[in-house]
């Protein structure tokens, strides 16, 4: 039971802590001024409908009055026609309105008190209800100031998220300028030392020995050449003096 209920514990905690991000006290706000408006005409409805029912005891009331001073009328007749029985009938009937007459009386009574005290709910009920949309705005304000001066900080600070991706990107780009300058230096150290030539020459060792070779061979017949044409001469030479 002891885990269960830690479980239990962790579980409304992030439950709640998930809530907490996700709610936005302006409409939190906003859905409880409406809440308390559907409140108030409810309220308003009611003290329609109590009004309502007691107009219709009033207006039966109205009408077993006039009944009452007909039945009055009819006795009256009855008994100046010598008719006792039908006077006695009428006040019976007479007599049984005036009781329901009392009955709707109280009735009426019970609905205007109850309108009343309706109604002064209703002026309560609206007074708190005016006074609370006018917290509302005021603390709606105050959160709207409040969350434009922390997204302002963050900006200035470099706390929020897109100030972090933008510090990201920067370093990468200063690395990759970094790299960059490190390598240019290193290619102007090469050149200053004669290296790179070597570096980014195309010829193979194998190139260049075979090239010494063509140079020697050309030498070689030059050489040759240059003999052949000075023994030739030398020759020419000899048979002159002998002659």
Same mark, same amino acid.
């Given at each position: 039971?002891?885990?269960?209920?830690?479980?239990?514990e962790?579980?409304?905690?992030?439950?709640?802590?998930?809530l907490?991000r996700?709610?936005?006290?302006q409409e939190t706000l906003?859905?409880?001024?409406?809440?308390?408006?559907?409140?108030?005409q409810?309220v308003?409805r009611?003290v329609?409908?109590?009004?309502t029912?007691?107009?219709?005891?009033?207006?039966?009331?109205?009408?077993?009055?006039?009944?009452?001073v007909?039945?009055?009328?009819?006795a009256r007749?009855a008994v100046a026609?010598?008719r006792?029985?039908? !006077?006695?009938?009428a006040?019976?009937?007479k007599?049984?309105?005036q009781?329901?007459?009392?009955d709707?009386?109280?009735q009426?009574?019970?609905l205007?008190d109850?309108?009343?005290k309706?109604?002064a709910?209703?002026?309560?009920?609206e007074?708190?209800?005016?006074?609370?949309r #006018?917290?509302?705005e005021?603390?709606?304000?105050?959160?709207?100031?409040?969350? !434009?001066?922390?997204?302002i900080?963050?900006?200035?600070?470099?706390i929020?998220r897109?100030m972090?991706?933008t510090?990201?990107?920067i370093?990468?780009a %200063?690395?990759?300028?970094?790299?960059?300058?490190a390598?240019a230096? !290193?290619?102007?150290?090469?050149v200053?030392?004669?290296d790179l030539?070597?570096?980014?020459?195309?010829?193979t060792?194998?190139?260049r020995?075979l090239?010494?070779?063509? #140079?020697?061979?050309?030498v070689d017949?030059e050489?040759?050449?240059l003999k052949a044409e000075?023994g030739?001469?030398?020759?020419?030479e000899? %048979?002159?003096?002998?002659?």
């Amino acid at each position: 039971m002891g885990l269960l209920s830690r479980a239990g514990e962790i579980i409304r905690a992030k439950f709640s802590a998930l809530l907490n991000r996700a709610e936005n006290p302006q409409e939190t706000l906003d859905y409880s001024y409406e809440r308390q408006l559907e409140s108030l005409q409810n309220v308003k409805r009611g003290v329609a409908d109590v009004v309502t029912a007691k107009k219709r005891l009033e207006i039966q009331t109205q009408q077993l009055e006039q009944s009452v001073v007909k039945l009055d009328t009819q006795a009256r007749q009855a008994v100046a026609a010598g008719r006792e029985d039908l !006077a006695r009938q009428a006040l019976e009937r007479k007599s049984g309105i005036q009781q329901q007459l009392q009955d709707l009386d109280t009735q009426v009574k019970q609905l205007a008190d109850q309108q009343e005290k309706l109604v002064a709910n209703e002026k309560q009920l609206e007074g708190r209800i005016e006074q609370f949309r #006018s917290q509302k705005e005021v603390i709606k304000a105050q959160y709207s100031a409040a969350e !434009a001066q922390v997204r302002i900080g963050e900006a200035a600070t470099g706390i929020g998220r897109d100030m972090e991706n933008t510090g990201l990107a920067i370093q990468r780009a %200063k690395d990759k300028t970094d790299q960059m300058q490190a390598r240019a230096a !290193a290619i102007d150290e090469l050149v200053t030392s004669g290296d790179l030539q070597e570096l980014g020459s195309d010829k193979t060792q194998l190139d260049r020995e075979l090239a010494q070779v063509a #140079s020697q061979s050309q030498v070689d017949r030059e050489l040759e050449q240059l003999k052949a044409e000075v023994g030739s001469g030398s020759g020419g030479e000899k %048979k002159e003096l002998e002659g």
